[in-house]
């Protein structure tokens, strides 16, 4: 089955070998560079945005409607191809992270998403993901009143989940580039990223462990998402039936304080790639994936000599609105 695509990510982002990192660790760790994929500091959101923007231009779209945290990589990256496809983006920015600063609330990706010149909204609640949508159907009424073609990229479940697809293909692009992994990490929060890689590979032949490193939920609630994730994608891609209840792992070891708030193991993991490679990982989402595998490293769920992926998914804007935490 194939479905509508807008090129955004330009060509295999790089898959790279972190010698000092392994050697630390005793493991062989390679990166993907997702971080690379697409405008405005890229990151992760630029696959999914793929098969969402290709949808909407597909139906005649003019104008995106999305809801992010306020310091989201996702309403800024679709803000930017909105642009880039001469098309008015709506950008709605729910309160997550309560309690913090002035300097939050207007610089990183906040900053960017001005600069970018898209209606700018804000919703109250952070965990109410049927509201937030509502909120913006309430807008798209509005503008299809003016004449607009809205289209709403949705944050509660139950829609199809096209942003997966972009990580189905990040699975082939990554065996496409080497032999598989023993191990892939990545962060899990929407779960659309988590979903789609592990359908992908298990499409693709794969039988590599992937684990999710919660970002947002505990462990219990984003596994049971991801599963409702997965069911859906089965209407999507065939091959995400072959993931099994067993496939879906979940780490949840560097999930506190919070969504948004960073603890000792995300700030280890920050230093430790900073200092032995030379690269950045952020606060909210991959500081606190990369600090799995240190963490089941030592625990034994990552063997010692084994292969493992990191699957690097961006935010750097977000790590300037942390100056203070950090």
Known sequence: MTHPRLNIVAGPTPLVH???LSDTLG???FIKRDDLAGPTFGGNKSRQLEYYFGDALDQGADTILITGAVQSNFVRLAAAVASSQNMRAVIQLENRVPGKSDHY???GNVLLSHLLGPEILTYPEGEDEAGADAALHERAEALRAEGRVPYVIHLSEG???LGALGYVDAAQELLKQGKDFDTYVVASGSGSTH???LAGLRGSGSSAQVIGSCVRRNATAQEARIGRITARLKNL??????????DIRIWDGALAPGYGQIGEPARSAM???ATQEGLILDPVYTAKSFAAIPALVASGKIAKGSRVCFVHTGGLAALFAYEEAL
């Open 18 to 20: 972190a010698p000092r």
């Open 27 to 29: 493991i062989e760790l």
């Open 105 to 107: 609330h207007k610089s």
């Open 159 to 161: 829609h199809p989940p």
């Open 195 to 197: 979903a789609g890689l």
């Open 237 to 246: 891609y065939a091959g995400a039936a072959k993931v099994s209840e067993a």
């Open 271 to 273: 230093h430790m790639v």
